[in-house]
């Protein structure tokens, strides 16, 4: 059942543990559910409950821990022996008695891991403040390191493989975007173009299924334009309003994403206006991507060519992509914006998104894209525009 | 848009604020995406970013901090003055510099409340121990008091329009289960069957809209149901194989779980004899619910009625579930399970789901069922037994 070949599971370890070396961290405790995917296969949602994977300097191969009744998909979806899957009794599950990192660190002191530099990944959503508080308490000749992003930034360069699932993906959003785009009708159910939207990211390619996505379909209408995150109600289109659409299709958890905004009727000028300018940045944006350049430059570019548009446009542009679990897509390391000196290189993904929100509309318009040896190609091929429908 | 009328915002609120002066608390930041919900209404897939809202004793209703651009989200969805709508700058996104919680610090200490007794939700997921981190760091003079459960308790017991909405959520269900048993047939593939699924939650009833739901479609099939928390795949169902459908629909974030599982062809004994062990076993506990009985004597009357049949379940049979975001749909309040001693009362609303998960094989029937005045009334009127297809 694994999508990728054993060897490059150990690549990736070779990586995570020469990165864990330089940052002089003995033991890292991986809790973010894509690095776990991203180190052993593991795949289940079962992040709701805690749970990490242990790369070790002195152990060739991850542990994997979580709860009992997990253990076993941890067997079916990893390449991980046995007897390196370990299961905690159901009661350590949501008691203010005892916390599951309990069972981590009495696990870490009978490995002889308990005197070591133990990274933690500080940010990482999953890992919670009482996390970290369990494991100073049972770990207290421990040395703690913020491994945040560690692992991330071991995913930025995708290998073959995981492009081919990305162009998957792509195939996917095409279909996908279109239609959401077709179903945006006067009169229709918010909730019924979203019910054919999961349709189609799922099920919607002969040849491939789709997974959950990081972020689920994201559906702003009317005045709700004028933000990005806002889902969908059962409410009716109405004529004379735009609807944004940003979704993604996800192949074995790698992510396209895309976002295309939609009138019904004559738009109004502002929009039109927005909608072009934004066009007009990210061709530019894109163009001037290429193995060398910083994320900051990119961000640059964009800024310059919309200049003249008077749009004023103070969050990041774009940052990068591929494997995720909910609730993200993005993978916390570069992002496209001033500050960020990340040189681009062959194989990074990236979602470029120069959302627009103003004080009562919007506009989004955006391209995922890997970076190839000379300069940038976007994964789908969907028109890049705004859609106005009578 | 609010789904709720003030008034019962504010006697969360009042709620709240009784159970933050019992525990001596003079500030909460509540970071749980449905405990925000519950206290103000806002509602948007942001969660991928800190934020969080205030509920502060010296002041009457409470503060929303996010995201610049999700600014505009809480103003389409909570009933908050605008002035107490916060935007922090979208540079601190990510970054390694500084965090969203500095920002916090900052206008805690901007508000006087830096000198206080602040609540922290040590153990929701997006808490992470570099959220508490930076809040240490920035609120030198501040005590801090673990909060985690604090506002979940207050959601325990449901008002009328909440069980409304759980209501209309198992009318959803219903449909779903019956499309996801619909589509379990042999050299269907799995990813058809989980896209038929999301259609119907979300799309399913003529007279209102589904939501996403805290946790995806599971569908364990094969070996596979041996572990509850696998999704799918692109493969066909197998002739010869069981598959367990755990699901639920959610109107306005408010759900209704529900678990059963298929066989194609003639079922093996033991699968058999363990569903009607289950279903014998959720029988009787349903029976014996009523208020005043605690989780646990749930939990035993359980045990002994399934005792007979050699089964042996480890883990808990049930949790409380409301309102809820991913990547969980339960409360993490009681649970039924020894050691549990919380007493149930009239309306509040759990999920009995007794998995039974073995070595290679496993059986998933669940209810989600309001405790009534009397007894228990499950929401969802669906044939509590294992479907057996040719």
Partial sequence: MLPFEKAEYLERIAKTKASME????????????????YLTGYDGWSFYVHQLVIVALDRPEPVWIGRGMDGNAA??????????????PDDYVQNTEKHPMDFVADYLNGAAWGT???????DAYYFTAACHEALKRGLPNARFADATGLVN?????????????????????????????????????????VAAIYQTQIGGHPEFGGDYTGLCPMLPTGVGTSTPHLTWTDQPFRSGEATILELAAARLHYH???????????????????AAAVVEGID?????????????????????????SGLIKESRIGYSTGVNYPPDWGEHTMSL????????RPNMTLHM??????????????????????????????PRQLFVKD
Same sequence: chains 1, 2.
């Fill in 75 to 88: 067997k079916v979806t990893t390449y991980l022996d046995h007897d390196a899957i370990v299961a905690y």
């Fill in 353 to 382: 998104i120069p959302g627009i929100w103003l004080d009562d509309w919007g506009v989004e318009i955006s391209e995922c894209f890997r970076v190839t040896e000379t300069g940038a190609t976007p994964f789908a091929n969907f």
């Fill in 256 to 274: 396209c994403p895309m976002a295309r905004t939609v009138h019904l009727g004559k738009p109004p000028q502002k929009l039109a206006d927005a």
């Fill in 22 to 37: 330089a940052r002089g961290i003995d033991v890292l405790l991986a809790t973010d559910p894509a690095n776990m995917n």
């Fill in 116 to 122: 070591k530099t133990v990274g933690v990944e500080m």
């Fill in 337 to 344: 914006r001033p500050g960020d000196k990340t040189e681009l």
């Fill in 153 to 193: 930034w071991v995913r930025a360069i995708k290998s073959p493989r995981e492009i081919g699932y990305m162009e998957q993906a792509a195939r996917l959003i095409e279909k996908t975007m279109q239609v959401g785009i077709d179903m945006v009708e006067s009169g229709v159910r918010q909730c019924d173009a």
């Fill in 284 to 308: 530019a944006a894109l163009d001037f991507v290429r193995p060398g350049v910083t994320c900051e430059e990119v961000e640059a570019v964009w800024r310059k060519t919309i200049e003249k």
